[in-house]
């Protein structure tokens, strides 16, 4: 079955470590997206891809790095400068460009700082 | 950029009757409105989504509307059960030729439905 995958599902970060979040999906689909979720806040654009090494920042960028190398692919990396990273992140992706059907998410992975 | 307001943010039914969501939308450019179901500890799912070209659309139990005039779109669940219980997003984006969708989401309404 298609589908996005996100890894892990919970992850615990020490003050000033970086971390990277994995999401991997077989949909085939160009766009991928990384949000934010906080209680009371709906989800918050970090960073988007619309096609291979390529990417955008999105609302709240800062603190935060992507790649995307492969078209399946799109890990998001906590740096220490993000200076409140607890939160649940979810990962999406979209067949892109006009023809929008949507997005598919994953399951999120939970971030708590320890 | 885009501003999508939603309301309630929390809202209960006994099981069985209807509730509705509403969620207003602030450029008038927007053209694409999904709405998603999110569970407990998942990720959020689609469950039905309007274009601009469209004033209603229903499948099963699920309606939307959309009043571009007023900017809000709404969901509607009829005979509400309690696997209906989770949080529900609304969502608007803007296409722009050549470029991917982005959707700009609502807070969030946690629905409990009251057996």
Known sequence: DGGITQSPKYLFRKEG????????????????????????????????????????????????????????????????????PTAFYLCASSIGRDRSYGYTFGSGTRLTVV | ?????????TLSVQEGDSAVIKCTYSDSASNYFPWYKQELGK????????????????????????????????????????????????????????SARQLTFGSGTQLTVLP
């Open chain 1, 17 to 84: 470590q970086n971390v990277t979040l994995s999401c991997e999906q077989n949909l085939n689909h160009d766009a991928m997206y990384w949000y934010r979720q906080d209680p009371g806040q709906g989800l918050r654009l970090i960073y988007y891809s619309q096609i291979v090494n390529d990417f955008q920042k999105g609302d709240i960028a800062e603190g935060y790095s992507v790649s995307r190398e492969k078209k399946e692919s799109f890990p998001l990396t906590v740096t220490s400068a993000q200076k409140n």
């Open chain 2, 1 to 9: 950029g885009e501003n999508v307001e939603q309301h309630p943010s």
């Open chain 2, 43 to 98: 990720g959020p799912q689609l469950i039905i989504d309007i274009r601009s070209n469209v004033g209603e659309k229903k499948d099963q139990r699920i309606a939307v509307t959309l009043n571009k005039t007023a900017k809000h779109f709404s969901l509607h669940i009829t005979e509400t059960q309690p696997e209906d219980s989770a949080v529900y997003f609304c969502a608007a984006s803007i296409a722009s030729s050549g």
